[in-house]
């Protein structure tokens, strides 16, 4: 197994954990949306550094989440394909909820 930082440098499992135990460092972003209602619907919209090389060096990835079912993964190679990611798939879940749907909140990692 390989590892890699934020940066997609090779690092060694000792340095992996150090810095997967840090929130602030694995979190790209999590945002929580919800609809106008009834009936309310809420997304949760999760992005973090895996930082973990499952073979094709994805070591991004975004959940989704609807009404706490989890749901659909994407996985990015980069930071900045993470950050994009994570806003396009906030944009869409805000396009899936429909007119009056808003952004509850962007999570700060201290939170999690």
Aim: glycine share 10%.
């Amino acid at each position: 197994m390989s590892y890699y930082d934020r940066n997609g440098h090779p690092i060694d499992r000792d340095e992996f954990e150090r810095l997967a135990d840090d929130r602030v460092y694995v979190r790209v972003g999590a945002t929580e949306l919800k609809s106008a209602g009834p009936p309310e619907t809420h997304f949760m919209v999760s992005t973090v550094w895996t930082g973990v090389d499952t073979g094709s060096r994805e070591i991004f990835e975004t959940l989704v989440t609807k009404n706490g079912e989890a749901g659909e993964v994407t996985r990015y190679h980069t930071l900045d394909e993470a950050g994009e990611g994570h806003n396009s798939v906030v944009g869409q879940c805000m396009l899936d909820l429909g007119v009056g749907a808003k952004t509850v909140r962007e999570i700060p990692a201290e939170e999690t």
